[in-house]
């Protein structure tokens, strides 16, 4: 695989995972607006949600691979 075709791949690939992951924290998850105020209980609720996402994912492979 080429330099460039690498490249293409890799950023392909950051759009499927990573932009994703935003995507869902905001149209599924609720962060589009946020339901506090204050930066401590924003930060609380982004982290809470980041929380529900990585377990989600986790138990999602974990089923796959058993």
Known sequence: MNRLNEGQWVYRMRKEKVERSFTDSKELYGLLY????RKEKVKA???MTAAYQ?????LLHLA???
Do not use: D, F, I
């Open 45 to 47: 609720q982004a982290l």
């Open 34 to 37: 946020c339901r506090l105020r």
């Open 54 to 58: 990585n377990m989600k994912k986790t």
């Open 64 to 66: 796959r691979v058993s």
